[in-house]
């Protein structure tokens, strides 16, 4: 008998130690429609850039130029002339130069950016940035620029192709890097020549 009062006042014990139960919504609370899709379109979504940009310049250039010029003097010139012995001068000079510059490059990478601003008319402003150190070598990615809601993908994906005013950095810094630049001797000559 005395359990049995027991039994109820332990249950009312629990329950009234555990707090209010709270209930969980299966509805978002963010006031999303169940078959609204996810895609990115307002500022803090996220956004991923598949960056494929590959640059190829090339440029030449030709030059040649000459001059020949002659002056001579001799008999039959005047009283004086005759007097002197043919006397011929000749002098020229040529230049010719050739020249090819050529410059590629290419960067491939994935970055999720975020998107800072909705215009009105869908197109969104993104900016992204990723940092990588390896072994003191590091690399940073930058990306920032206009894309418009239809080229992004379902996935909230989108091509680096189909970002207007792109702006792409890819910078990197560390004892490889720092071996890549020309020597402190080098730059002078250079700045002098």
């Known amino acids: 008998m005395k359990t049995a009062r ?3 006042l332990l249950l009312l ?11 969980v919504s299966l509805y978002p609370l963010d006031k999303r429609s169940l078959y609204e899709d996810l895609k990115a379109r307002r500022p803090g979504d996220l956004v991923t850039v598949i960056i494929v940009e590959q640059a190829r310049a090339e440029q030449s ?7 020949d010029s002659e002056v001579s003097v001799g008999p039959g010139g ?8 043919l006397l011929k001068l000749g002098g020229g000079d040529s230049f010719k130069a050739d020249g090819i510059t050529s410059r590629g ?35 940073e990615i930058i ?15 989108v091509l680096s192709t189909f970002v207007a ?11 490889v890097g720092d071996k ?14």
């Open 6 to 8: 027991i039994v109820p």
């Open 13 to 23: 014990l629990i329950l009234v130690c555990s707090g209010a139960g709270g209930a």
């Open 61 to 67: 250039a030709n030059t040649a130029s000459g001059k």
């Open 78 to 85: 005047g009283v004086l002339a005759d007097l002197i012995p």
């Open 105 to 139: 490059g290419s960067l491939t990478a994935k970055i999720t950016t975020k998107v800072l601003e909705t215009m009105e008319n869908g197109t969104m402003r993104l900016e992204g940035r990723q940092k990588i150190t390896i072994n003191g070598e590091e690399q």
């Open 143 to 157: 990306i920032s620029g206009l894309v418009r809601n239809e080229d992004v993908d379902p996935d909230n994906t």
């Open 165 to 175: 005013d792109a702006e792409i950095s890819f910078i990197g810094s560390g004892i």
């Open 180 to 193: 890549n630049k020309p020597g402190l001797l080098t730059r002078i000559l250079n700045w002098l020549f």
